[in-house]
């Protein structure tokens, strides 16, 4: 990369001008101030959770101090030429999906859409009564360089579902509360009122529903690399957030499955693939879309935005062809230079470009001709046998290919190593179409291209952004503050407008977080009691008392059981648990992948205490070596899920999310609580001191039994306090009660038969007790209880699934017929 | 001369366990097109479909969409239609233009068909076999005549070794498959030597006249290859499974790039487990 151009000084070492307020206040930091301030800038990322904590997920995009500024009038011939660019995107879409008159004029070569992956050939498809059809493209953006002589030009369209939006938001405000000085030295035209355009034209486009229309995000979920992004969009236009599963199309309508029923959504918000969106026109390649979407859209129901046919636009192929249709189709020049682009299924380019290929490969970058997403192909960063199989590549099938030729590009400073070093930068800028035009957001994102990095394409999932500031040029045009911040997080539904996956995976993120829990509880107490070495009989009938407990949680399989060779094997078992790949990290990896699947719902706190404590806390325990440090970071790890527990009660709105996770957590703890009671009291009776002591360990109980019975031990009252005692937090009967007023509570009081279950559970818990109390030997009762108690437990688990089929739609399995594309797809299940 | 033909398809669908919804969208309907002119088409289905969507598609076939709603273990779908053919006889084979010349001719519209496809990729066996009747300068119809003669001959007619994605890579290593195997595998062969062609779903004639020959594909959904002659001839129909020239004995549902685009039925359906299928089609001369 030669690049020519240094966005903060000009040819002569002077600082641009529009560089200098911001310079000024860089200057004036204390020593080593930048690089606190990009430590700082880590630190906000890492806490608002962008690196999300979904495994493997952990490096994402992370955000330069020195934001990149480009002056009032560089900005409004950026927006002028944008706006031009997709108003002929636009007029292209519309001919191709519409009468195809270019291709008959010969304007465009017919490989470009008939063999262009992004043409869709149902998004062709028209009925008879079809009404004008609305604009395919709502939002658009662009990558540009600046090219040799300094002008910014266009080296890449992104048509489809534009990647960046929200993490300009997200840079903006991370980016004003850790440079405050340069906010003030230098203020940047706000971004707001952009959104707030895009979301009042949404709201029109949605019109068509009368009232008050419903828009959606649809992502394609979690384990997206921007699905951090949607979720910053969709708080930012205030919509739902939904995944295929939550989506279904009846009668021509699309609808949003909610625990109230269905309810109508009118815009929707693609960031699916385009081919995805319906399995019945497009072939099933994948549960997530939604079968019947494309007739609802062509009824116009539903707005899709943008049509899922738009992709079409994103062949770098179109650079051959856009300098020659703008002035058919637009009656003017292009505005805006873009990166020259050739194709080589021209014989005489191709042979000019393989020439070029070896006398001199620095010149061009060389693309697939159809994929918009590949990575360009730098010749020059080839060694001399790569760089002649890539030749015999591309002359093998020149038509294939296009070449663009290497823009000069340019440098802006970037904090590494404590100094500011320039780094070549490629800009993407943002555009909506507000009902009326385009509108460009006086803002963006600059990419700090790494090593061997060239031209655009799809936005990776990880990298270095700087915030791009627009300047005003009269401070008379700031309105509004500078600063965006989002509308507060909160649980904003009734139970009833739960979307039924979210409720089912509230549901379990309850379960797991308790699991993690009682988990943790027992792995502890195993560590504990194997850590006094050399064990005496007694001890060593505890141990396998507790290993029982360990295999029934999972924690344990058989053969690491102590036998005759002593605990060795099983305390190696318990260190192991919370390793990588291990039962305990396998619990914890699913409360962070739910946390992330909820979060929409969940508070800033409550995300806050769910989230980054808790990969610490496993960090902690993976590292530990010794069964001293493992029961110190099981410690911290059950501190921190009674935080959750606390938090959750404290910040969660009594509403159907709270309801579903105390309901899950509820249900894990008499489960979990009966598993472990029929274990521990698995002795003879003339053991069961031992496992009454147990028993109290296990459900956290020995306190307020010393304060009841001081230190008697004696079946009844102990059985009592865990069973029965209703004021026991701890107990099965406390629980038993909860979740039968969470069931009432969920249904507004409607429910019968699942509060019935509940109740019938709470009556055998009490009858157990009451057994136990009027028996003559009360050792021999409690003996006799391990098979009642585990009948219980497989009575909560049918009241669990009934629940699961009651309320979160566990949907058949979807399969295609008569499609000869189509693999049998999974089954859709209601859960993320 | 045309001919008048009374046409009913039926599908049947059972399933061992109760679907809940299902949308399917159907290429059951003949278009109108120079040569076939539909008097009547109707389509029906058990249980009858919450709604129904009709339109044209990317190809100006004619498309229907059923939505059902409600749980059923059967679904049946009948599509009757009275349709006049008699498609014009294609000209004289030696004066249509060399071959290379419609290569060199084919833009715009038609050259849709000259790209690789869903199921009709360019395989050079297809390739190599389409070349060898096409010598240098050869009239293009001669050479389409006798790539179609020489799968009949070469090819052996097979039902049940073949399913609805069987790759054109297999059909010319077995050379055996039935109507759809032998279009696709022709089609590659034209696409490959840089000549238009598409797929054409259809149906050819049940009854067998007191003595002629019973044809291939009767009774069931049918399909043959459209092929281009160049602008001035425009497309002419080549059944390579019975070697003869569309005339008056095939009714057109419509034309795609392969068999992906005009699927008679494809559906999604929630729920269902294994499904047995069950096609009849007539094809009856109409009394007029």
Redesign the interface.
């Known amino acids: 990369m030669t690049s020519g151009t240094d966005e903060m000084v000009d040819g002569r070492g002077r600082i641009r001008p529009h560089w200098q307020g911001l310079i000024g206040a860089l200057a004036d930091l204390p020593g080593d101030g930048l690089s606190e301030r990009a430590r700082r800038l880590d630190a906000g990322f890492a806490a608002d959770g962008i690196g999300s904590l979904l495994p493997g997920a952990e490096a994402a995009w992370r955000c330069d101090p020195v934001p990149l500024p480009i002056s009032g009038a560089e900005f409004a011939t950026l927006s002028s030429g944008l706006a031009q660019r997709a108003t002929l995107l636009e007029a292209v879409l519309d001919d191709l999906y519409g009468p195809q008159e270019l291709l008959a004029e010969g304007l465009i070569p017919p490989s470009l859409i008939f063999a262009n992956p992004g043409f869709l050939r149902p998004c062709r498809a028209s009925l008879p009564d079809m009404r004008a059809r609305a604009p395919l493209m709502g939002a658009y953006a662009a990558d540009l360089m600046r090219g040799d002589d300094g002008r910014w030009m266009v080296v890449c369209d992104r048509t489809s579902r534009p990647a960046g939006f929200g993490l300009v938001l997200e840079n903006r405000r991370q980016v004003a509360r850790a440079m405050p000085e340069s906010l003030r030295a230098s203020p940047p035209r706000p971004l707001r009122a952009f959104f707030d355009a895009w979301q009042d034209s949404l709201t029109t486009l949605g019109q068509h529903a009368g009232g008050n229309p419903a828009i959606a995000i649809l992502t394609p979920g979690t384990r997206h690399p921007f699905w951090f992004e949607h979720l910053l969009l969709a708080r930012e236009l205030g919509c739902a957030l939904v995944e295929g599963g939550d989506l279904t199309v009846r009668n021509g309508a699309l609808f949003i499955k909610t625990l109230a029923g269905l309810q109508p959504v009118d815009v929707l918000i693609r960031r699916l693939d385009g081919r995805r969106m319906d399995p019945v026109e497009f072939g099933a390649t994948g549960s997530r879309g939604v079968p019947g979407l494309l007739d609802a859209a062509r009824h116009g129901a539903v707005r899709i935005v943008n049509d899922p046919g738009t992709g079409v636009m994103e062949a770098p192929a179109w650079a051959t062809v856009m300098a020659a249709l703008a002035p058919r189709l637009l009656g003017t020049e292009l505005l805006l230079p873009q990166a020259e682009t050739l194709a080589l299924s021209d014989p005489r380019t191709a042979a000019r470009i393989l020439a070029d290929l070896q006398e001199a490969p620095e010149r061009w970058l060389l693309r697939p001709a159809l994929d918009g997403n590949a990575a360009a192909t730098d010749p020059a960063a080839l060694d001399l046998a790569e760089r002649a199989r890539f030749s015999r590549q591309v002359a093998e099938d020149p038509a294939k290919w296009v070449a663009t030729r290497t823009p000069g590009g340019s440098v802006a400073p970037v904090v590494a190593a404590g100094r500011l070093q320039p780094r070549p930068v490629q800009l993407r800028m943002f555009l909506v179409h507000d009902g009326v035009g385009w509108r460009c957001l006086p803002g963006g994102m600059a990419r700090v291209l790494r090593e061997g990095e060239t031209l655009g394409g799809r936005l990776p999932g990880t990298g270095l952004a700087k915030d791009v500031w627009v300047l005003t040029e009269d401070r008379a045009d700031i309105r509004g503050p500078a600063i965006t911040s989002g509308p507060p997080i909160a649980v904003r539904r009734t139970a009833g407008d739960l979307p039924s996956r979210t409720a089912d995976n509230l549901f379990w993120l309850g379960r797991y977080v308790e699991r993690l829990e009682s988990s943790a509880r027992l792995l502890r107490l195993a560590a504990s009691r194997g850590a006094r070495g050399d064990p005496s009989p007694r001890e060593l009938a505890d141990l396998a008392a507790v290993a029982r407990c360990l295999i029934g949680a999972k924690l344990l399989s058989p053969e690491d059981a102590p036998s005759g060779a002593g605990p060795g094997p099983m305390l190696t078992a318990i260190s192991r648990a919370a390793r990588e790949g291990g039962p305990l990290a396998h619990r914890a990896a699913e409360v962070a992948r739910l946390t992330e699947a909820v979060r929409d719902r969940l508070t800033g706190e409550m995300y806050a205490t769910f989230s980054q404590p808790l990969r610490h806390a496993m960090a902690d325990l993976r590292a530990a070596r010794g069964l001293d440090a493992l029961e110190e970071g099981l410690g911290t790890l059950l501190r921190l899920c009674a935080a959750v527990a606390g938090t959750a009660a404290e910040n969660m709105v009594r509403g159907g999310g709270f309801l579903f996770l105390d309901l899950g957590r509820r249900m894990e703890r008499a489960s979990a609580t009966s598993m472990v009671l029929a274990e521990a009291l698995k002795e003879p009776p003339s053991r069961q001191e031992t496992a009454l002591r147990l028993a109290l360990d296990l459900c956290d109980s020995v306190i307020t039994y010393r304060s009841r019975y001081l230190t008697t031990l004696q079946a009844a009252p102990v059985l009592d306090l865990v069973l029965a005692d209703p004021g026991n937090p701890r107990g099965i009967a406390f629980q038993c009660a909860e979740i039968r007023a969470r069931l009432s509570s969920i249904s507004d009081g409607t429910e019968v038969e699942l509060v019935r279950a509940a109740r019938a559970l709470q009556t055998e818990v009490e009858a157990m007790a009451a057994g136990i109390v009027d028996a003559p030997d009360q050792a021999v009762a409690a003996a006799a209880l391990p098979p009642r108690l585990e009948a219980l437990r497989a009575a909560i688990g049918a009241l669990s699934d009934s629940v699961t089929r009651r309320y979160f739609a566990l949907l058949p399995a979807v399969q295609t017929i008569g499609s000869p594309l189509a693999p049998v797809d999974r089954p859709l299940m209601g859960a993320a | 001369m045309t001919s008048r033909w009374r046409l009913r398809h039926a599908t049947t669908?059972t399933y061992a366990?109760p679907v809940?919804?299902a949308?399917?969208?159907l290429h059951l309907t003949p278009r109108e097109m120079p040569g076939q002119k539909v008097l009547s088409a109707t389509i029906r289905s058990v249980p009858e479909a919450?709604?129904i969507?009709?339109?044209?598609?990317?190809?100006g076939n004619v498309?229907s969409?059923l939505?059902l709603?409600r749980p059923h273990e059967r679904f049946e779908v009948i599509s009757e239609a009275e349709v006049e053919s008699g498609f014009p006889p294609p000209p004289a084979a030696e004066t249509t233009p060399p071959w290379e010349r419609v290569v060199a001719e084919a833009?715009?519209?038609v050259?849709?068909f000259?790209?690789?496809s869903?199921?009709v990729p360019i395989v050079p066996a297809a390739r190599a076999f389409a070349a060898q009747s096409f010598p240098p300068g050869r009239p293009v119809l001669e050479g389409l005549l006798e790539v179609m003669s020489r799968i009949r001959r070469e090819f052996t007619y097979r039902p049940g070794v073949t399913?609805?994605?069987t790759s054109v890579e297999h059909v010319m290593t077995t050379r055996a498959g039935v109507c759809q195997d032998f279009s696709h595998a022709m089609i590659s062969g034209l696409r490959g030597l840089g000549l238009p062609a598409r797929y054409v779903s259809g149906y050819i004639r049940t009854y067998t006249p007191p003595g002629r020959v019973r044809m291939r594909g009767a009774d069931q959904s049918h399909a043959w290859v459209g092929a281009w002659m160049g602008p001035e001839h425009g497309w002419v129909d080549l059944d390579p499974t019975n070697d003869c020239v569309v005339s008056t004995e095939h009714v057109v549902l419509g034309w795609g790039r392969d068999?992906?685009?005009v699927?008679?039925?494809?559906?999604?359906?929630?729920?269902?487990g294994r499904?047995t299928?069950h096609v009849g089609v007539d094809l009856e001369p109409a009394e007029s």
């Open positions: 669908y366990r809940d919804m949308t399917h969208m919450a709604r969507t009709t339109g044209t598609d990317h190809f498309v969409w939505f709603d833009a715009g519209e050259a849709e000259l790209f690789e869903p199921l399913g609805i994605s068999f992906s685009d699927s008679p039925l494809r559906g999604v359906i929630l729920g269902g499904h299928l």
